[in-house]
Structure formats: C-alpha cells, structure tokens
C-alpha cells in the first residue's frame, strides 16, 4: 500500500525525516535567487548537463541519472534492468509490492532478523549473498534501512555486489544524514544502482530531486527512460548553486548533522526507554518505536496535540504496535517525549 508521511497540516511533524539543522546561509539564497530570478518560467536544459556535473563533482561519482527524487530511481532501474523478479529486504515500504504488481514481475520479501533483546533489526549480508544468482532479479535494500535505522556498510555492500548476478538497488536517501555512513560518495559495483536524495538533508522535500548512480550501461538505460523533464526547473538551479558554490560549508554542514543526529538520537532514545517504549538502534535521523499496545488510539491522541508521527504498520514486516519519528530540534523533541508520557501513562 502506498502511505508516507508529512500529509498533516500544523503542528509538530514528525513523520517525515528531514535534516534537524537549518541550512548554509548561502544555501537559501541560493533558493531565493533561483525564485527571484524566475527560474519557473523556462524549461530546464532536459539533458541536465550541469546539474549532473555538479553532483559528480561533489560526490566523486561518475554516471549521474537526475531523478524526480530517488523513489522515481527503483521504477526506471526495475525498467532499464528488464527485472522479471522484484526481491525486497524487509521491513521496507509497501509501494515495492504494489511496483512490482504492476510490472507484472515477481515480488519476493527478504526479512531482516528481529532481535528482541538487543532491540534491533540485522541482516545477514550471507542472506544476501543467498538471493543474488538469479540475473533476472532485483534486489532492493534501503541503507540506512528505512523504517529500522538499521545499517550496513557500504563497502561490504560493494564486495557483495562484485559476485553478485541480480543486480542490487541501493536506496541510501538517508546517507547524509547517518553517523554511520562513511564520507559521502556512493559506493560502486559492476551489479549496483545507488539512489540518493537531495532533498531531505537540505530540507526541501517539496523540491523532489534525487540522483542515480550505476554503471553505464545501465545507467544511459535509465535516462532514456526517464521523463523528459523529470527535474523541474527551480529544483535544478538551486542544486546547481548550492552544489557548485556551496561544497566546503556544505560537507561541514553534513558533519555537523551527523554529529547532532547522533548525540539527540541517543538522549531521545534514553528518554523513551524511560516512557516504558521501546526504540530501536539505528544509525539514522529517526527511531522505529515500539510500545507493548496497538498503536490506534495512542496516534490518533498525539494527533489531538499536534503531533504526528508516522503509523508504521504500513511497512510490509511490521506491524500495529510499531511508530517512527524523526529526529528533529531539541526542544521538538521534548514537545514529542512530553506528549508521549502523557499519551502513554507514565509513571502510572
């Protein structure tokens, strides 16, 4: 079922993972001069010659589809690969199965493992390995997972793909936003397509901008069959500028919102533990929470306070007694811990 979060109007929102910190003073004048200077009134150049070099060069990668944000990148990779099976690591979004209903491809699900007393979800990379003979399949993996937090490093993932068959989709939207995460350069591989955001660490997700990375014959593949504008045209000036004249504050601004991630990530998570809820570890700017009841009249009465969190029974392997939220500000967060004890009872 397709369901995501930021559909709640005022308040606090914490269903959608944004970056927690305000961004570069030149960064929004960037977005400023590209509104101001009318950038919605022209066509953007539909072969994004700059836009994709200023990503390259920022990221150190070298073939650079520009996506519709990095949800459009699975649809043209399953696409431009001719996948016939859709192989899905688990708990995941639930559009996956309904993509691949549409293709008319198989979908297979690949669990991750729950373990309870460690409050964590973990995949076995040998399960991995496990799935990838088929060449007709696609394996797709969230790295930080989204909803779990759960993390695996890159450059095992990189060996892994390098005796790999299928080919492996690799959805990092959370990269730089992880403390977890290596540097910032997409990982590489004969059988591997990286999809990245740029929308959710600069904190314009109504921008929708993203970027695949993969080998070349796959990657001309996916331009061909992206849309012809798919990038809208402020969309494309303001990562241009912000990319090109923002790089040295914009890598500072990536370690600094890693470091803080980390730091609320953990004061939140103790905080919880607290409320006699149960958060997950993950390496992201969000926490899987589980509380030991349904979760139907709990959200609908933080919803009555003004805050929203994200329902995640809606992620295939998860199920009503699991929520998400973002990492946001500290004193967002305190709003969020302070109406949890009240919708949870504490110290009942």
């Known amino acids: 079922m397709r369901y995501?979060?930021?559909?709640?109007?005022?308040?606090?929102?914490?269903?959608?993972?944004?970056?927690?910190?305000?961004?570069?003073?030149g960064v929004t004048d960037a977005?400023?001069?590209?509104?101001?200077?009318?950038a919605a009134r022209a066509y953007p150049d539909y072969e994004y010659r700059d836009l994709v070099e200023a990503i390259r060069s920022f990221y150190g990668c070298d073939e650079v589809v520009p996506l519709n944000g990095s949800s459009e990148g699975?649809?043209?990779?399953?696409?431009?690969?001719?996948?016939?099976?859709?192989?899905?690591?688990?708990?995941?979004?639930?559009?996956?199965?309904?993509?691949?209903?549409?293709?008319?491809i198989r979908y297979d699900p690949l669990p991750m493992d729950l373990r309870e007393s460690a409050l964590e979800f973990a995949l076995d990379p040998g399960r991995l390995r496990g799935a990838c003979d088929d060449p007709d399949a696609l394996i797709a993996l969230t790295n930080p997972n989204n909803p779990?937090?759960?993390?695996?490093?890159?450059?095992?993932?990189?060996?892994?793909?390098?005796?790999?068959?299928?080919?492996?989709?690799?959805?990092?939207?959370?990269?730089?936003?992880?403390?977890?995460?290596?540097?910032?350069?997409?990982?590489?591989?004969?059988?591997?397509?990286?999809?990245?955001?740029?929308?959710?660490?600069?904190?314009?997700p109504g921008l929708r901008i993203g970027?695949?990375?993969?080998?070349?014959?796959?990657?001309?593949?996916?331009?061909?069959?992206?849309?012809?504008?798919?990038?809208?045209?402020?969309?494309?000036?303001?990562?241009?500028?912000?990319l090109t004249g923002e790089g040295p504050a914009l890598l500072s601004y990536i370690t600094r919102t890693r470091e803080y991630v980390s730091m609320e990530r953990s004061?939140?998570?103790?905080?919880?533990?607290?409320?006699?809820l149960a958060p997950f570890r993950g390496s992201?700017?969000?926490?899987?929470i589980r509380s030991r009841e349904p979760l139907d009249g709990p959200i609908e009465r933080l919803r009555s306070r003004g805050i929203s969190v994200r329902d995640a029974r809606t992620f295939e392997g998860l199920d009503r007694t699991f929520f998400r939220a973002a990492i946001r500000s500290r004193a967002d967060d305190d709003a969020l811990l302070e109406a949890l004890g009240e919708v949870f009872g504490a110290g009942r």
């Open 284 to 288: 992201a700017n969000f926490l899987l």
């Open 31 to 38: 977005l400023r001069g590209c509104l101001s200077e009318e």
């Open 74 to 104: 699975l649809l043209l990779a399953a696409l431009a690969a001719g996948a016939r099976r859709l192989v899905v690591v688990q708990p995941s979004y639930g559009e996956h199965r309904d993509l691949a209903e549409a293709l008319g």
């Open 267 to 276: 004061r939140v998570s103790g905080r919880l533990m607290d409320l006699g």
């Open 211 to 242: 970027f695949a990375t993969a080998p070349r014959g796959l990657a001309r593949r996916m331009d061909a069959l992206r849309s012809t504008w798919n990038v809208n045209s402020v969309a494309d000036c303001f990562v241009r500028r912000s």
């Open 148 to 204: 779990t937090g759960s993390f695996l490093d890159p450059r095992e993932i990189e060996e892994l793909a390098s005796g790999c068959r299928s080919w492996i989709l690799l959805d990092e939207a959370y990269a730089e936003l992880s403390d977890a995460y290596p540097g910032i350069a997409p990982p590489r591989g004969e059988r591997l397509v990286v999809l990245r955001s740029l929308t959710k660490w600069l904190s314009v």
């Open 4 to 25: 995501h979060g930021g559909r709640e109007s005022g308040g606090l929102d914490f269903s959608v993972n944004l970056n927690p910190l305000p961004p570069p003073a």
